[in-house]
């Protein structure tokens, strides 16, 4: 599998560290429910057969974050993004 | 100058140990040819939003053509290589102050990090220099498409390395110190059937 970075190019897996889900919003530490919110955010994931969108980190290339958009069925890749560029806030994964 | 054709160009060489200059492999013209130099290195990051101003300081200071891409710019005596968005590694052979060269020259819009003692580079040479990286990496070092000015920081052989093409047959090669002795077995063995010619480093200072 082949990672297209966006600064260095397309790269093999193996140069990638993986974190996983990202699309997941870390929970408010002081709401009411907060213990049981942090159970889901840190054990409960999603298993899709399909488009998921994931955290990646360039170790042995740029050392950046991306955001990955993979088919779990064929790792075909959508789209890759540097996290600091993408959406969602990456300094949880960061 | 050892002389080592056999078989197995690594027998008798202690893994831990830097192997000894001579040639390596295959008798004859060398295909390849490796030495190593200690430039002065630093590492400059540009604060966020001051990657721009970077480029144009470096450019304005060293006269390199520079972009905020992955591409070795080289002038003179002095290299700067894209390794991240905003972030570049700068290689000097003869400025001993490169760290204060840099501060003076980027001020508040980058960190600067003395690296000098972190790397070594290898200086590898001639007409097989691609075949014989392209044993150890994951990426395509074809001269056709990998250009001269081309950079790339990467894995060769399981070692993180940051390379560049400095010329149509000539490559520079940054590794981590404490990998100088892996570095130079794994060019000896991906060498030994085009012949590898060792150096040795000059003592005339660094660089």
């Known amino acids: 599998m082949r990672i297209p970075c966006p600064y260095c190019g397309e790269r093999d897996a193996h140069e ?18 907060a213990e049981a919110r942090f159970h889901d955010y840190v054990y409960l994931r999603d298993n899709p057969a399909g ?4 955290w990646w980190y360039h170790a042995n290339g ?3 974050w991306l955001k990955v958009e993979r088919d779990t069925r064929t790792h075909a890749i959508a789209a890759a993004r540097a996290a600091r560029e993408a959406d969602t806030p990456a300094g949880d994964a960061a | 100058m050892a002389d080592r054709s056999s078989h197995d160009p690594l ?20 295909g390849v040819v490796a030495s190593t130099a200690e430039p002065f290195v630093a590492l400059v990051l ?16 060293f006269s390199v053509a520079l972009a905020d891409r992955p591409h070795a710019a080289i002038e003179g005596n002095t290299t700067v290589i894209g390794t991240a968005p905003g972030r570049f590694l700068v290689l000097s052979r003869t400025d001993a102050d490169l760290f204060g060269t840099l501060r003076a020259i980027l001020g508040t819009d980058a960190t600067v990090t003395e690296q000098s003692d972190g790397y ?9 220099v691609s075949d014989v990286l392209a044993k150890g990496a994951l990426i395509d070092l074809d001269p056709v498409a990998f250009h ?11 070692i993180g390395v940051t390379l560049w093409r400095s010329g ?12 100088e002795a892996s570095f130079t077995r794994f060019l000896i063995a991906s060498a030994a059937e085009y012949g590898l010619r060792l150096e040795n480093k000059g003592s005339e200072g660094r660089g």
């Not at chain 2, 000894?20 to 004859?28: D, E, M, R, S, V």
């Not at chain 2, 070594?120 to 007409?127: K, M, Q």
């Not at chain 2, 149509?168 to 990998?179: I, Q």
């Open chain 1, 16 to 33: 990638f560290a993986y974190l996983g889900d990202a699309t997941l919003t870390r929970p408010d530490p002081a709401a009411e429910d």
């Open chain 1, 51 to 54: 488009a998921h969108v994931e």
């Open chain 1, 62 to 64: 740029c050392r950046q």
């Open chain 2, 168 to 179: 149509e047959k000539s490559w520079r090669v940054l590794v981590g110190r404490s990998y």
């Open chain 2, 11 to 30: 027998a008798g060489i202690a893994f831990d140990r830097l192997p000894p200059a001579g040639a390596y492999g295959a008798p004859g013209e060398p």
């Open chain 2, 46 to 61: 540009a604060r966020p939003g001051k990657a721009a101003s970077v480029v144009d300081r470096l450019h304005r200071a």
């Open chain 2, 120 to 128: 070594v580079t290898f200086d590898v040479t001639g007409d097989r």
């Open chain 2, 148 to 158: 001269v000015g081309d950079a790339v920081t990467t894995v060769i052989a399981h």
